[in-house]
């Protein structure tokens, strides 16, 4: 599946720019991830997994990660591609466990980029490249800030990637920083 047709089967879904936007980010960091862990060969792939991770979300939320993997299947979707994005809702809607490092990644930098782009909003530059790690985790520890953003599963996704914390969040933000003002 091409990144195009990826993108097509998205807006299917998704008409929120929230969400439009959320996938273009994960993708993009995807892709990042792939070059930099040397994956260099399938960083289309990765993207494609990062574009399409949250294909249910905005029509489906109550089955998220399970009604994208039988919108893919009738589509006829690579199964690696049906894995990897279900794979992301481990112990929370699914039992599918991320066991690709791609899969692993995609479960830890879901829910980070969004508390980085939240922590991003409030800066006075409004941007992320001059974002340290000192400011993220400041915000982190604040439990109400981004709430939504479940920190246990971007905890759970540094312990499967066998990093710190540290090191998912800031190579996370250079992630970010390669596409993003």
Not at 38 to 53: A, K, M, R, S, T
Not at 87 to 93: K, L
Not at 108 to 137: C, F, H, N, Y
Request: proline fraction near 2%; aromatic fraction near 8%.
């Amino acid at each position: 599946m091409t990144r195009e047709e990826a993108w097509d089967l998205l807006k299917e879904y998704n008409k929120e720019e929230f969400h439009l936007e959320h996938a273009e980010i994960v993708g993009k960091t995807m892709r990042y991830f792939a070059e930099k862990l040397g994956y260099g060969d399938e960083v289309d792939f990765w993207e494609v997994v990062g574009i399409l991770h949250d294909l249910d979300f905005e029509m489906y939320p109550e089955e998220h990660c399970i009604k994208e993997q039988e919108i893919m299947r009738q589509r006829g979707v690579d199964e690696r591609i049906i894995h990897a994005t279900a794979s992301h809702g481990y112990g929370i809607t699914v039992d599918i466990k991320p066991e690709h490092e791609m899969e692993k990644v995609l479960y830890a930098v879901d829910e980070l980029t969004g508390l980085i782009g939240a922590v991003v909003i409030m800066r006075p530059s409004k941007s992320v490249q001059d974002l340290g790690l000192k400011s993220v985790k400041k915000k982190y520890k604040s439990k109400g800030f981004a709430a939504g953003c479940s920190r246990e599963v971007i905890e759970r996704g540094a312990e499967m990637l066998g990093w710190t914390l540290e090191e998912l969040i800031e190579n996370t933000i250079e992630a970010l920083k390669t596409f993003r003002p």
